[in-house]
């Protein structure tokens, strides 16, 4: 029982301080000891037994002081960071610094509001972040308060429910067969062509490419294993940006593809090349990386500015002798991936196979981002079944002539019999 300064019994929990204001605590069912205050006792015990209530149905949270900053750092540490790889760790890091901590990451994760979180999210369109950026945003903000929520630090989650409107998403760049032939015809003997070349051949990613070593390669089975991704990123610990092995992208992306005769070359090509720029002086390879396969000039590891360049150089140089309307559009390695899968369904290979190829988590994955090629394809193979169609067409109608004409014989045949008996 707790007394006022005079002496005088209160109540249980409550008590009155040498200022005058009186103190009620409670035991929460968090084991915390929560208080609330007032200079008027009658008000007091009001507030004391809502708090009360509120505990007794469940209606409180386990941390009303807890930002959106702490909760993140929490987040991090208990939910993702045993699941995710250091690539990924960075890109949720990356995302929540740069468009949501400013923002929302001092404020308290109660008095966040799917308005505060709106507000941030066409900001961003207003400033012309793509569809992708403004949804990984929602989609972070929606799982840290679908945890918080089970942790009962909010009762609700403010990100739910948002649904913004995607933009008509852009096809991906496809190189046409005019395009790839200019390419490659202009490639030959430049130090990335090895490189450009088992990128078409085989749709690997540019990490994926880049960071193949001479013990992915079998040209026994023909046969390339994808078992790592290299990436140039500020992981946790780094001061700067450096280079490091990742797993690849998702358990699909672990895989084994086959090789062309001209990807295998290109390999053994590689090889070559790779032994005379490792024996140079001016090679300064970095440490843990000196089995790449494919490397700048000065045996160092590429990264996606570097990858990016060398494409562009060579479409420079093949701009210099074209006129202005005729001009090759600039386009990113990955647009190698893009002409693979575009080449492959050309040939008629089948989606499932293609997603193998790729490293697709789904078929689903594949279909979706080479839907208007597969419509493309669907056209041209129905224009080869019409022609089926038609000669079989032909051929019945062919038959159906010999069967009428071999059925009016046969009828002047027993027409003839019949005017013989007759007479």
Same mark, same amino acid.
């Given at each position: 029982?707790?007394?006022?300064?005079?002496?005088?019994?209160?109540?249980?929990?409550?008590?009155?301080?040498?200022?005058?204001?009186?103190?009620?605590?409670?035991?929460?069912?968090?084991?915390?000891?929560?208080?609330?205050?007032?200079?008027? &006792?009658?008000?007091?015990?009001?507030?004391?037994?809502?708090?009360?209530?509120?505990?007794?149905?469940?209606?409180?949270?386990?941390?009303?002081?807890?930002? &959106?900053?702490?909760?993140?750092?929490?987040?991090?540490?208990?939910?993702?960071?045993?699941?995710?790889?250091?690539?990924?760790?960075?890109?949720?890091?990356?995302?929540?610094?740069?468009?949501?901590?400013?923002?929302?990451?001092?404020?308290?994760?109660?008095?966040?509001?799917? &308005?505060?979180?709106?507000?941030?999210?066409?900001? &961003?369109?207003?400033?012309?972040?793509?569809?992708?950026?403004?949804?990984?945003?929602?989609?972070?903000?929606?799982?840290?308060?679908? #945890?918080?929520?089970?942790?009962?630090?909010?009762?609700?989650?403010?990100?739910?429910? %948002?649904?913004? #409107?995607?933009?008509? #998403?852009? *096809?991906?760049?496809?190189?046409?067969?005019?395009?790839?032939?200019?390419?490659?015809?202009?490639?030959?003997?430049?130090?990335?062509?090895?490189?450009?070349?088992?990128?078409?051949?085989?749709?690997?990613?540019?990490?994926?490419?880049?960071?193949?070593?001479?013990?992915?390669?079998?040209?026994? *089975?023909?046969?390339?294993?994808?078992?790592?991704?290299?990436?140039?990123?500020?992981?946790?610990?780094?001061?700067?940006?450096?280079?490091?092995?990742?797993?690849?992208?998702?358990?699909?992306?672990?895989?084994?593809?086959?090789?062309?005769?001209?990807?295998?070359?290109?390999?053994?090509?590689?090889?070559?090349?790779?032994?005379?720029?490792?024996?140079?002086?001016?090679?300064?390879?970095?440490?843990?990386?000196?089995?790449?396969?494919?490397?700048?000039?000065?045996?160092?590891?590429?990264?996606?500015?570097?990858?990016?360049?060398?494409?562009?150089?060579?479409?420079?140089? %093949?701009?210099?002798?074209?006129?202005?309307?005729?001009?090759?559009?600039?386009?990113?390695?990955?647009?190698?991936?893009?002409?693979?899968?575009?080449?492959?369904?050309?040939?008629?290979?089948?989606?499932?196979?293609?997603?193998?190829?790729?490293?697709?988590?789904?078929?689903?994955?594949?279909?979706?981002?080479?839907?208007?090629?597969?419509?493309?394809?669907?056209?041209?193979?129905?224009?080869?079944?019409? #022609?089926?169609?038609?000669?079989?067409?032909?051929?019945?109608?062919?038959? %159906?002539?010999?069967?009428?004409?071999?059925?009016?014989?046969?009828?002047?045949?027993?027409?003839?019999?019949?005017?013989?008996?007759?007479?």
């Amino acid at each position: 029982m707790g007394k006022d300064i005079n002496g005088k019994e209160l109540g249980t929990g409550i008590s009155q301080r040498k200022d005058g204001r009186y103190v009620g605590r409670f035991t929460n069912r968090f084991g915390r000891r929560p208080e609330v205050k007032s200079r008027s &006792l009658k008000e007091l015990k009001v507030l004391l037994n809502a708090a009360i209530y509120e505990d007794l149905n469940k209606l409180n949270h386990a941390d009303d002081k807890m930002t &959106l900053d702490e909760w993140f750092e929490k987040w991090m540490k208990n939910y993702k960071n045993q699941t995710i790889c250091a690539n990924t760790k960075s890109h949720y890091i990356s995302i929540y610094e740069k468009h949501i901590s400013s923002p929302l990451g001092k404020k308290k994760m109660l008095n966040i509001t799917q &308005l505060k979180i709106l507000e941030i999210l066409n900001n &961003l369109d207003s400033k012309g972040y793509q569809y992708e950026t403004r949804n990984k945003v929602r989609i972070l903000l929606q799982d840290m308060f679908d #945890k918080a929520m089970i942790n009962e630090i909010v009762s609700k989650n403010p990100a739910k429910g %948002i649904k913004m #409107k995607t933009k008509e #998403k852009a *096809e991906p760049k496809v190189l046409t067969p005019e395009e790839q032939a200019s390419f490659f015809e202009c490639s030959k003997g430049s130090f990335y062509d090895n490189l450009f070349t088992v990128a078409i051949s085989t749709g690997l990613r540019p990490g994926e490419a880049c960071g193949l070593t001479l013990d992915d390669i079998d040209f026994d *089975e023909m046969l390339i294993d994808v078992n790592k991704t290299l990436v140039y990123q500020k992981f946790e610990g780094d001061k700067k940006k450096m280079f490091h092995f990742d797993p690849p992208k998702t358990k699909s992306s672990k895989r084994q593809v086959p090789m062309n005769q001209k990807c295998a070359l290109a390999l053994k090509k590689q090889i070559m090349q790779r032994n005379v720029i490792m024996a140079r002086r001016t090679t300064k390879p970095v440490k843990g990386f000196e089995k790449l396969l494919f490397t700048t000039k000065f045996g160092t590891p590429l990264n996606a500015q570097v990858y990016g360049q060398a494409v562009r150089k060579i479409i420079d140089e %093949i701009n210099l002798l074209r006129d202005e309307l005729e001009q090759m559009d600039y386009f990113s390695p990955h647009c190698f991936r893009h002409s693979f899968a575009t080449r492959c369904f050309e040939a008629g290979i089948k989606p499932k196979t293609v997603q193998k190829y790729l490293g697709h988590a789904t078929l689903q994955m594949t279909m979706d981002l080479y839907t208007h090629v597969l419509v493309e394809h669907s056209q041209e193979e129905m224009i080869k079944l019409e #022609k089926v169609l038609d000669d079989t067409m032909d051929v019945s109608e062919s038959m %159906i002539d010999d069967q009428y004409k071999k059925f009016t014989e046969k009828e002047e045949q027993n027409n003839c019999v019949y005017l013989f008996k007759a007479n």
